[in-house]
């Protein structure tokens, strides 16, 4: 069964930082097209980053200049590394990736928790 596993989330005071890593097991496929997507509670789930296959990143306007979104192609990993951490950036965090296969293919990590205080 493929599945995006997740990891890295936890609780850090503001300011602080975390990186989050991405990966996918029980498939022969790689990440092609990976995003990260936050939801807070009573909110609705929103972009956070991504990246394409080849690099190219994009981020959404409330993490601009804080949050990086990098790959390691060579062991299939995605990571979020998140500086400068606000309250607000306080949210469950999911990875979705689509697999470099010649069918298209997408999945939803379960999610890991961060949580900011301040």
């Known amino acids: 069964q493929v599945q995006l596993v997740e990891s890295g989330g936890g609780s850090v005071q503001a300011g602080g930082s975390l990186r989050l890593s991405c990966g996918v097991s029980g498939s022969i496929f790689s990440l092609k097209d990976v995003s990260w997507y936050r939801q807070a509670p009573d909110k609705q789930r929103e972009l956070v980053a991504s990246?394409?296959?080849?690099?190219?990143?994009n981020y959404g306007d409330s993490v601009k200049g804080r949050f990086t979104i990098s790959r390691d192609n060579a062991i299939n990993m995605v990571y979020l590394q998140m500086d400068s951490l606000k309250p607000e950036d306080t949210a469950h965090y999911y990875c979705f990736a689509i697999l470099d296969s010649s069918w298209y293919q997408e999945y939803w990590g379960q999610g890991t928790q961060v949580t900011v205080s301040s």
């Open positions: 990246i394409t296959k080849r690099g190219t990143t």
